[in-house]
């Protein structure tokens, strides 16, 4: 990975991920945020059922969209519940809109980006 493209990650909180349908087997596109925690880039949201998240758990390869750049990169869904804990333990508390850090992790999604 390139400098520009670890420094686009970085600054870059709103990207785009293009993943592929579980059933349909079709790209879907969609914009979710990144966020950072134990030095790595994860994707996640507020609890509840996503379709990008059953799209990786299915084909965990998947397009990040950065500034121009596309970058085939790979999701590790985290079901681990101390990782859980842990991640969620550093995102959470940064969101004042966030609610609490346990309904996040109990019922978010959590993958991690795994790059090059």
């Not at 970085?10 to 087997?25: A, L, Y």
């Not at 990169?73 to 804990?85: K, M, N």
């Amino acid at each position: 990975m390139t400098d520009e493209v670890r420094q686009a990650l970085d600054r870059q909180r709103t990207v785009e991920i293009t993943t592929v349908g579980r059933r349909s087997g079709q790209p879907r596109r969609i914009e979710t945020w990144r966020y950072v925690a134990a030095g790595r880039y994860w994707l996640t949201g507020s609890p509840g059922a996503r379709d990008w998240y059953a799209n990786l758990v299915a084909h965990p390869g998947f397009t990040l969209h950065l500034d121009g750049h596309d970058l085939r990169v790979r999701g590790r869904v985290v079901t681990d519940p101390d990782e859980r804990a842990r991640v969620f333990g550093e995102i959470v508390p940064a969101l004042d809109w966030a609610g609490s850090l346990a309904s996040w992790t109990a019922g978010s999604p959590l993958v991690e980006i795994e790059l090059d």
